[in-house]
Antibody
Framework: QVHLVESGGGLVKPGGSLRLSCAASEFTFSDYYMSWIRQAPGKGLEWISFISSSGSTTYYADSVRGRFTISRDNAKNSLHLQMNSLRAEDTAVYYC????????????WGQGTLVTVSS | QSALTQPASVSGSPGQSITISCTGTSSDVGAYNYVSWYQQHPGKAPKLMLYDVTNRPSGVSNRFSGSKSGNTASLTISGLQAEDEADYYCCSYTSSNTLWVFGGGTKLTVL
């Protein structure tokens, strides 16, 4: 059974940084594209970043481009999201999810990690 | 990139059918057959229900079906059951430089 576990969330001050991780298991991590999706409290889902299986191609939502960086380590079956210049509006549960090609077929999700940006 | 447009809420009685719409533009829903739908129960992670407009992942009930016409995709749930009560989100590939965009979500209430 596919297993995705996010970690690294917590409370951070505006302007601060945080690095999220997603540990993958029970599937061949290097065969899949990975994404980060977030959900602000009481709000809808927002796709924020994508990385190809090799890590050579990345995409970002306008809301995070230039502040967030997605990366992966296929040798360690891990996905990361480096978040800089955090704002109050970045407060959300952050999910990692996998897909098998360019279509948004996000077939497995982690349980999410909460990031709170507040002074 | 603006979110795709979904109704805020829909409702139906057990056994009935409901349809949730997802309206985009000629740059996303209308341009590609890359629309997926997700079900999310409170406090849980989303679950993929349909992908590429009409395809169901293994294990998803055939009561869930999808279609698309022009810039609008639709999710239909037939034979409504109590456990279908959840939030539903559509997602589409987009030709903008952002890649994917979600709808705002629809709360389904089973009366």
């Amino acid at each position: 059974q596919v297993h995705l576990v996010e970690s690294g969330g917590g409370l951070v001050k505006p302007g601060g940084s945080l690095r999220l991780s997603c540990a993958a298991s029970e599937f061949t991590f290097s065969d899949y594209y990975m994404s980060w999706i977030r959900q602000a409290p009481g709000k809808g889902l927002e796709w924020i970043s994508f990385i190809s299986s090799s890590g050579s191609t990345t995409y970002y939502a306008d809301s995070v481009r230039g502040r967030f960086t997605i990366s992966r380590d296929n040798a360690k079956n891990s996905l990361h999201l480096q978040m800089n210049s955090l704002r109050a509006e970045d407060t959300a549960v952050y999910y990692c999810a996998r897909s098998s090609y360019g279509s948004p077929n996000l077939d497995s999700w982690g349980q999410g990690t909460l990031v709170t940006v507040s002074s | 990139q603006s979110a795709l447009t979904q109704p805020a809420s829909v409702s139906g009685s057990p056994g009935q059918s409901i349809t949730i719409s997802c309206t985009g533009t000629s740059s996303d829903v209308g341009a590609y057959n890359y629309v997926s739908w997700y079900q999310q129960h409170p406090g849980k992670a989303p679950k993929l229900m349909l992908y590429d407009v009409t395809n169901r992942p293994s294990g998803v009930s055939n009561r869930f079906s999808g279609s698309k016409s022009g810039n609008t995709a639709s999710l239909t749930i037939s034979g409504l059951q109590a456990e279908d009560e959840a939030d539903y989100y559509c997602c589409s590939y987009t030709s903008s430089n952002t890649l994917w965009v979600f709808g705002g979500g629809t709360k389904l209430t089973v009366l």
